[in-house]
């Protein structure tokens, strides 16, 4: 014993030296005992010992800790309970669940400690059934889960979005009384809203006493995941005036509501407040901020955001990518690409639907083989997103045989955005046969979406087979599926006002209807001319309505004209495709006007200026 002791000694001096000149936690050595068996010098030692364990823990360093380990093991002194304790967290923390589990059976005792650091153990490093299996271990070897078990388990149970699971914790919770524990009730609250439970939670969260930040955002991030904006955005409000410490996930997940409702002044002051926390530099909350000011249409502010971030994940860029391709810089797409090769971040599927996504919206077919092609030599298969991405390119350049043998290719069933993105490039180049053929191929499939309904429709329609074109549209009867109405909205401070085409409803609608009327006029003398044809024909996706001057987006541009100052661009966003003459219309708008607009349809984005639009005619 006394030649453990003294060897242990001597290691901790080898070690402190082995630290380097700065070592991470100064480690004083006591004195050599006279008498060895004093136990309280021999706390000392092994408490020391904890301390650099829990210091090579927070540097991550494995290989020291592999040799700590062997220290410790050496010393005889590893199934002292804190000890183990300790290294089981070491090697949760250096992503080593397995070598957690080692210590963990080698422990003669095991304490609610030992066991609650296992079972973190397992939920931290996402391997949520060990972590259960350990739970329901703990439970029959009679020991009680307390605060640092508890929300493990609903973590567990979150992940793998077993709710029936979560509620029998929820029952133990109640049963062992921690019901009203802040940690414990939060991690409840939580598990329910990433189930989709959102009821379960806010009942939950309502009657806490006492709420943490982790139960405010699980409830924020809930709603936003039920689309229930709005609840979001309110319960936001009310963290921020109790003055909640939110974290970087409520911000990222307030930013995305904002993003997908094109909320930008909003999402600017959230972003104020991002900077405010320093939030803003997170690379998790920098691709929220860059969605929302992209899909918002000031994609100068995505840019911004980007270069910003020094660190930036994969998402980051993917994110960068995509508001590239939506804002038709197209060359920009490829040059980001091409640096994130020469950083050595490596591309994955999404990245390679950005560039594609990009490709087939410019038009540039051969750049896009060139990409389907790389794709492969970067080892990533690809999905049936990317060959509904080529054949949308091949099909919108009118190579529709081409278009049809990638089809034939396809090492998967063709999904329906193949077909759609088929019977599209059909459409735009008046191949009525071709149409016919696919739309009776797709029928054979049985039931199939909305969309893909109405472009069958349009497709036996255009060859002349009125009956299947009836069919069709019965069948989209039947099922009760009415085309979505047309609305496009435009954002004044905090309110946003929307319109439908025809639209009466308005405040402002005297001066609306004025204000279209003179630029129609003007308009005519700069050789506009109102194309009806899209009146008669009607195509997937684009508002349907006899009063083509009145279209909601062209409502909402005046109303923009008449409220913005003229240095404002004006930014519309439309749940539908922009027809062919409003999308002539806008263009002679923006001419006569000298204004700025930025359409965003349900495909891209549209950036008007002087009489020419960024998506040269093609979208
Ligand atoms: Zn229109
Ligand atoms: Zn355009």
């Not at 990245?351 to 083989?369: M, N």
């Not at 054949?391 to 999904?415: F, H, I, N, S, Y």
């Not at 309505?545 to 004209?561: D, M, P, W, Y």
Request: charged share 20%.
């Amino acid at each position: 014993m006394e030649f453990l002791t003294c060897f242990l000694h001597q290691r901790l001096l080898t070690l402190s030296c082995f630290f380097g000149s700065a070592p991470p936690v100064a480690v004083s050595l006591p004195k050599l005992p006279r008498n060895f068996l004093n136990t309280y010098v021999f706390e000392q030692d092994y408490r020391n010992i904890c301390e650099l364990l829990l210091s090579v823990t927070r540097s991550r360093s494995v290989p020291k800790g592999l040799q700590l380990h062997a220290h410790i093991i050496k010393a005889g002194i590893q199934t002292i309970p804190l000890i183990s304790h300790h290294l089981i967290n070491l090697y949760s923390k250096s992503q080593l669940p397995l070598f957690a589990l080692q210590v963990f059976e080698e422990a003669p005792q095991k304490s609610s400690t030992t066991w609650s650091s296992v079972i973190s153990s397992f939920a931290q490093n996402e391997l949520p059934l060990l972590a259960l299996e350990f739970f329901r271990r703990m439970l029959h070897s009679d020991v009680r889960p307390d605060d640092h078990i508890f929300p493990s388990a609903t973590k567990s149970c979150a992940f793998l979005s077993m709710c029936d699971v979560g509620q029998s914790v929820h029952c133990l919770v109640v049963k062992t009384g921690y019901e009203f524990d802040v940690f414990v009730g939060s991690s409840v609250v939580d598990m329910y809203a990433k189930c989709g439970e959102i009821k379960l939670a806010r009942k939950m969260f309502d009657e806490m006493p006492e709420k943490n930040v982790v139960s405010w955002s699980g409830m924020i991030y809930g709603y936003t995941q039920m689309c229930e904006d709005d609840e979001a955005l309110r319960l936001f409000k009310q963290a921020l005036l109790q003055d909640v410490d939110v974290n970087d996930f409520t911000l990222s997940s307030v930013l995305r509501v904002c993003g997908t409702s094109t909320l930008l002044e909003l999402g600017k002051q959230i972003h104020g407040l991002c900077f405010k926390t320093s939030f803003d530099s997170s690379s998790f909350v920098g691709s929220s901020l860059l969605s929302l000011y992209s899909k918002c249409g000031v994609v100068e502010g995505a840019y911004l955001v980007f270069d910003e971030i020094t660190i930036k994940n994969l998402g980051m860029w993917n994110a960068m990518l995509i508001a590239c391709a939506q804002h038709a810089h197209t060359n920009k797409t490829f040059e980001l690409f091409k640096q994130m090769e020469s950083v050595g971040m490596k591309p994955n599927f999404i990245t390679f639907l950005c560039i594609l996504y990009a490709c087939s919206h410019a038009g540039l077919v051969e750049k896009g083989q060139c990409y389907f092609q790389l794709m492969k030599d970067y080892g990533i298969k690809p999905g049936a997103q990317h060959y509904a991405s080529m054949v949308d390119l091949l099909g919108r350049a009118g190579k529709l045989q081409e278009a049809v043998q990638m089809v034939q290719e396809m090492p998967m069933e063709p999904t329906e955005s193949v077909w759609g993105a088929l019977l599209t490039g059909c459409r735009i180049h008046g191949n009525t046969e071709l149409a016919s053929y696919v739309a009776d191929r797709v029928f054979e499939l049985g039931p199939v979406s909305a969309g893909l309904h109405v472009l069958l429709s349009n497709a036996y329609a255009a060859a002349g087979r009125w009956e299947e074109a009836a069919r069709a549209r019965k069948m989209l009867r039947d099922k009760g599926i009415r085309k979505e109405t047309g609305l496009s909205w435009v954002e004044e401070g905090n309110r946003v006002h929307t319109f439908a085409a025809g639209d009466k409803s308005h405040v402002k609608t005297i001066e609306i209807y004025k204000k279209l009327e003179e630029l129609g006029e003007e308009m005519e003398k700069a050789g506009y001319v109102a194309d009806t044809s899209f009146v008669l024909k009607e195509v997937d996706g684009e508002e349907k309505n006899q009063t083509i001057r009145f279209h909601s987006e062209r409502l909402a541009i005046a109303f923009g004209l008449i409220a913005f100052p003229p240095e404002r661009p004006i930014r519309v966003m439309k749940n539908l495709r922009v027809c062919g003459d409003c999308h002539t219309a806008i263009k002679f708008i923006s001419k006569c006007t000298g204004r700025v607009i930025i359409v965003r349809d349900n495909n891209r984005f549209h950036r008007f200026e002087d009489g020419k639009c960024t998506c040269g005619d093609y979208w």
